[in-house]
């Protein structure tokens, strides 16, 4: 009888557990509490540092303790982005018990840039981002964490998520790769791809010192909501394109030949070398995405060992900026996978 009641405390301890309420902040009450709620509470809660990346590169990075963290969530945002720009994020994660974590990748955002023309995007190799995230990881995640972290991911840092997953399989409890930068969109195929690249990246070398812009990339341009592709929620994206009113020195361009070059190199790596990240995966594809390669997600997750496979069907590219009919089931999914607990979607 003894060994049922605990049984039966147990189950009933779990059931809760699964079934806790999940708070998310709503379109139509942005307008209203973005600037009266959120943007005071970053700016009163919310620690602004840096670390120093490798090479002296300086890393900005952002953190905020929850008082009765039930966990860590450390944030890996995309190309372009910016810390600043996960201020909604923040809060949200916030409201549900976590403490959060994000660090700006080095030649973006608040990070310190390699090239004199700051808004050319410009990497020597990925395995950079993977050396300074770790840095971020040792010396402002691990002192302020009770627990060990999880990682919630987007785009170029799904990318370089899975790099670090694959080179340090035990620092995070669980992963959720958002929208990842397995393939990039395109007319031709990544065999194609590298032979281009590879002619232009010559020619390049060839003439100039300096990284070229690809042909048809050029430097930032505010691009109009009827425009734009990787969001449908007009309040969500003129909130990211202040960003760069706000903090103008995070304004990125396009990419370089030498990026575009390196990220087909990460993206073969990841591919290649997935096996090795052991901690159980969340793959969040976003169906309508225009911009990542969506064929080359199913491919990395069956590499893995333990990655689960969602999609959420019409969302565009900014998953955790999107409308709340695909925001809501994408971050509903993450936290229920960060908790263990069967996914509602």
């Known amino acids: 009888m003894f060994i049922v009641l605990i049984l039966s405390a147990i189950l009933s301890n779990v059931a809760v557990a699964m079934t806790q309420p999940i708070y ?23 620690v602004e540092t840096q670390v120093t990346g490798k090479g002296d590169v300086p890393i900005f990075a952002a953190y905020l303790i929850h008082p009765e963290a039930k966990g860590s969530i450390v944030i890996s945002g995309g190309r372009t982005e910016a810390g600043v720009k996960f201020k909604e994020l923040f809060y949200d994660l916030y409201q549900n018990g976590y403490s959060v974590f994000t660090a700006d990748h080095r030649g973006q955002g608040l990070s310190g840039r390699m090239l004199e023309d700051k808004e050319r995007g410009y990497i020597e190799t990925f395995d950079l981002y993977v050396d300074d995230f770790k840095r971020f990881y040792d010396e402002i995640v691990i002192p302020n964490s009770q627990q060990k972290p999880f990682l919630l991911c987007h785009s170029m840092g799904s990318a370089i998520g ?44 060839v003439l100039s010192k300096t990284p070229w812009y690809f042909p048809g990339q050029k430097p930032f341009e505010d691009v109009s909501f009827e425009n734009n592709q990787i969001v449908q929620s007009p309040i969500r994206y003129g909130i990211h394109q202040k960003v760069f ?18 990220a087909l190199v990460a993206m073969e790596s990841i591919l290649e070398n997935a096996s090795k990240m ?62 263990n607990a069967p996914l509602t979607h």
């Open 24 to 46: 998310l902040t709503q379109e139509h009450d942005l307008p209203q509490k973005f600037p009266e709620i959120i943007e005071p509470f970053w700016q009163e809660n919310v």
């Open 245 to 262: 009113d706000d903090y103008p020195d995070a304004k990125l361009g396009g990419v370089t030949v030498a990026w575009l070059d390196q």
């Open 278 to 339: 052991t901690s159980p995966t969340l793959i969040i594809q976003a169906e309508g995405d225009s911009i990542i390669d969506n064929t080359s997600h199913q491919p990395v997750c069956d590499a893995m060992p333990n990655c689960t496979f969602k999609s959420i069907p019409n969302a565009r590219h900014e998953l955790f900026m999107e409308q709340d009919k695909y925001r809501t089931p994408t971050l509903e999914m993450s936290i229920q996978f960060f908790q």
């Open 162 to 205: 899975a790099l670090y997953g694959i080179r340090y399989p035990d620092d995070f409890a669980r992963v959720v790769l958002g929208s990842p930068m397995f393939g990039i969109a395109g007319p031709i195929t990544q065999d194609q791809a590298r032979k281009v690249i590879n002619l232009v990246k010559w020619v390049n070398g």
